[in-house]
């Protein structure tokens, strides 16, 4: 695999200043394990950092806390804008209420009714625009000029990965002597701050893997065309999955990703049941 040459967007450093600025903000999640789960896995010891107990309910609140907490004061009043069709949008509302800053919020037409109410009820502003890429971001786009309001991308931006680095940084700290991270990837914001925070914490040691669903396997397939390869289209189960590596991405996790591997949606909903269960 050809080295990259481009500066990193994000350093270590920068992760690190995240976790200071938003310590007060988010939850410190658990870290927590299973006998039953290590025994499908073959007797080996599996630890989930559970930030589905993150306040909205996902790791985004992360990325979205940062972007927030690090706007310059001389336009911060003006709020803030994404597109989104679900947990971003969630996240940045509830960081835009809780700093009292306006948030404006683009999303699909189709998007799931449960996430556009709580959206509405962290006091964001739901504009709805089609369901493709180029629409959420022109929407957005046109709602910033109208507005003024600081344009915070889902996962494609500095501020972002950052913020999403803090999750691998309190896992290490939780269970230092790990031989493995899994994270998943969709637009590659929480893969490349966890990357960069695991390389980081153990000077390279522990390698870090990406999970992926085969119905939305851009990530793989740009591993093996060693550029970034577009999602052209996405089937699967994993709703916040289906979307492309961000630009500012993939560098990073080229860089630093051992490999990438695809699951089924039979998987997905097995493990699931597997996490339900026990």
């Not at 630093?256 to 339900?276: L, M, P």
């Amino acid at each position: 695999m050809p080295v990259i040459a481009e500066a990193a967007p994000v350093t270590m450093a920068d992760i690190e200043a995240a976790a200071r600025r938003i310590d007060a903000l988010v939850h410190r999640t658990p870290v927590v394990s299973s006998a039953r789960l290590n025994q499908f896995a073959g007797g080996h010891q599996l630890f989930l950092k559970c930030e589905n107990l993150q306040r909205t309910g996902s790791f985004k609140f992360r990325g979205a806390t940062n972007a927030i907490a690090g706007l310059d004061p001389a336009i911060r009043d003006r709020g803030v804008v994404t597109h989104s069709s679900g947990n971003h949008a969630q996240a940045l509302a509830c960081a835009a209420q809780q700093a009292g800053l306006p948030a404006w919020v683009v999303m699909p037409v189709g998007s799931s009714a449960v996430k556009q109410a709580a959206v509405l009820g962290y006091g964001g502003r739901v504009i709805s625009c089609a369901n493709n890429e180029r629409s959420r971001v022109a929407v957005a786009t046109q709602v910033q000029q109208d507005t003024g309001a600081n344009l915070t991308p889902p996962f494609d931006d500095a501020r972002i990965i950052a913020g999403q680095g803090t999750a691998a940084l309190e896992l290490l700290e939780q269970v230092p002597d790990l031989d493995l991270v899994i994270a998943p990837v969709g637009g590659g914001g929480l893969l490349a701050g966890t990357c960069l925070a695991v390389h980081g914490k153990s000077a390279g040691r522990i390698p870090v893997y990406a999970a992926e669903p085969a119905g939305a396997a851009d990530a793989w397939q740009s591993f093996q065309a060693r550029q970034r390869v577009p999602l052209k289209e996405a089937q699967t189960i994993a709703d916040g999955l289906r979307t492309s590596l961000g630009l500012l991405n993939w560098p990073i996790i080229q860089r630093h990703v051992r490999a990438v591997v695809t699951v089924d949606d039979a998987e997905i909903v097995a493990a699931i049941r597997a996490c339900w269960t026990n």
